[in-house]
């Protein structure tokens, strides 16, 4: 095990300082376990080893960084459905247990440069996309690691750590500031989505030119690193804003999700549907039914149904 100090060698991965590169080739060459993934565990050798390339995994969703406190948080690995604790992610679980160090990896391209140990502190689950399906997420597992000496290089924050306490700011109703955007912010909206962010402009200006103060509420509930946005924030008057781009069953009751969620973390707020146009009788009565409102554009404006 090594000792921690930068620049030493240690007696795990022998032949092996800390900031060195090296191509990741060789590094299995070296000490064998998978090429493959984030996570090798090489036979015959008392470590587990985990390669973070935090710049790709940002434009696919996934969030590997350092904490405010100092603690990086690395995705584990799995690139189909929910990620489970299973394979190398119960290596990293159960490194302690297993007598096994943790040996941490920053990789760009077919390099990669040597961090030194870490300890497992915890984890937790997040959603991300699946690789290579931006429209499809799922849950991941994230581990919360603590490098046992001073890290020979830096690494990029965290967007969000994780907290007992929610926290809800209001934040401008910009395109950046979408739940897409967080969590698949390498793919081009569709159609709908293009439809959607003109419905919520075009009651934005509106709205504004009768003197009221609209934003976007950004949630980040708690022990969460994934932050959730509202459409729009009326905060004039209080009132949570979700949109949709058809007024379809499906649709509706997405909104309704949505803002019974978002209304959790803002006591006494209103809520209500964006919908370009006026729903069906049923649908309006599911709607007044939870306690939202709809509001819809028609010739003459604005047309606003309350609960």
Request: proline share 8%; charged share 25%.
């Amino acid at each position: 095990m090594s000792d921690g100090t930068p620049g030493t060698i240690g007696c795990v991965l022998p032949d092996l300082v800390m900031g060195q590169t090296l191509p990741r080739r060789d590094v299995h060459r070296l000490y064998g376990g998978q090429r493959q993934g984030g996570i090798a565990t090489p036979d015959g050798l008392n470590a587990v080893l985990f390669f973070t390339d935090p710049a790709k995994g940002h434009r696919h969703g996934y969030y590997d960084g350092l904490a405010a406190d100092g603690r990086f948080h690395y995705v584990g690995e799995g690139q189909r459905g929910d990620q489970k604790l299973e394979r190398g992610n119960r290596a990293i679980l159960n490194h302690r247990a297993n007598g096994k160090t943790l040996e941490g990896f920053l990789t760009k391209g077919t390099a990669s440069t040597y961090l030194g140990e870490f300890e497992l502190e915890g984890h937790y689950f997040t959603d991300a996309h699946e690789t290579g399906e931006p429209n499809t997420l799922r849950q991941v597992v994230v581990f919360k690691l603590r490098p046992l000496g001073d890290l020979p290089v830096a690494l990029p924050a965290l967007p969000i750590t994780p907290a007992p306490q929610p926290r809800t700011d209001v934040v401008p109703v910009e395109e950046h500031n979408t739940e897409r955007a967080f969590v698949t912010p390498d793919r081009e909206p569709y159609e709908l989505e293009r439809r959607e962010s003109a419905l919520v402009q075009s009651y934005r200006q509106y709205l504004e030119c009768e003197g009221y103060e609209v934003g976007r509420l950004r949630i980040v509930p708690p022990g969460e690193s994934r932050p959730l946005y509202s459409d729009l924030w009326d905060q004039s008057n209080e009132d949570l804003v979700e949109a949709k781009s058809t007024v379809t069953r499906d649709q509706i009751r997405q909104a309704v999700g949505q803002l019974l969620d978002y209304g959790r973390f803002v006591p006494g707020a209103s809520r209500t549907i964006l919908v370009p146009s006026r729903p069906r009788q049923d649908l309006l009565a599911y709607v007044q039914a939870a306690g939202i409102g709809v509001v819809f554009p028609d010739k003459d404006g604005w047309v606003s149904i309350a609960p």
